[in-house]
């Protein structure tokens, strides 16, 4: 058995659409197959399986029982009691609607939109390099010193958005260096500003 090819390219694809000959790529159905060799229909390839039942996920839900708040209704569910309340709109989930991320409580709907907006640390997938950013600043002004101003304003940029970011993400891992790049880099712009002042006082005397 194997999946259907992907397609690599600018975009990578990749399709699964259930069992498959390895050889012709016909379409298996998965209640037929057993554990063992098995012959392909159209091909008559002969290949081994190893056939997976996934188990089916087991949620226990108690119905809305009395009138107090344990026995709130869910706001998708009515017969189902609600286990708690989503931690962004406020409204009553039952086990099925549950969502636990990051020591929170999320309904289907905000979880899915927290999660496109990139707001669960857990979930992220892209993280900026604030520290490698600031860092070439740092250095790009040794190889081009008429534009090095803008590099280092550019640099302590960087660093007061990574530190606001990590301080969002509750990372502490990383803080140091940021500040202490920044910090660099302030100190590059500072000895720019003096350079160009004393240029211009030197002028001024002539």
């Not at 600018?10 to 016909?26: A, E």
């Not at 606001?164 to 891992?173: I, L, Y």
């Amino acid at each position: 058995m194997s999946p259907v090819s992907p397609r690599l390219g600018r975009r990578q694809r990749i399709d699964y659409s259930g069992p498959s000959c390895p050889g012709c790529g016909v379409p298996l159905r998965h209640d037929t197959l057993t554990t063992g060799p098995q012959r392909c229909p159209r091909c008559t390839r002969s290949f081994d399986v190893v056939r997976f039942d996934a188990p089916l996920p087991f949620v226990a839900v108690s119905p809305v029982t009395g009138s107090d708040s344990a026995g709130s209704p869910c706001a998708r569910h009515a017969e189902n009691a609600a286990v708690a309340a989503c931690q962004r709109c406020g409204q009553f989930i039952c086990a099925l609607c549950k969502t636990d991320m990051d020591g929170r409580a999320y309904c289907p709907s905000c979880f899915e939109r927290l999660v496109s907006e990139g707001a669960f640390t857990s979930t992220a997938n892209r993280v900026w390099n604030y520290a490698g950013m600031a860092g070439l600043c740092l250095v790009a002004p040794i190889f081009c010193y008429v534009v090095g101003p803008l590099f280092s304003i550019a640099g302590v940029t960087i660093s007061i958005v990574g530190l606001v970011d990590k301080r969002r993400r509750g990372e502490s891992e990383g803080v140091i260096r940021l500040a202490v790049l920044g910090f660099l880099n302030l100190l590059w712009l500072a000895g720019a500003v003096l350079l160009v002042a004393a240029l211009f006082g030197a002028f001024g005397r002539v």
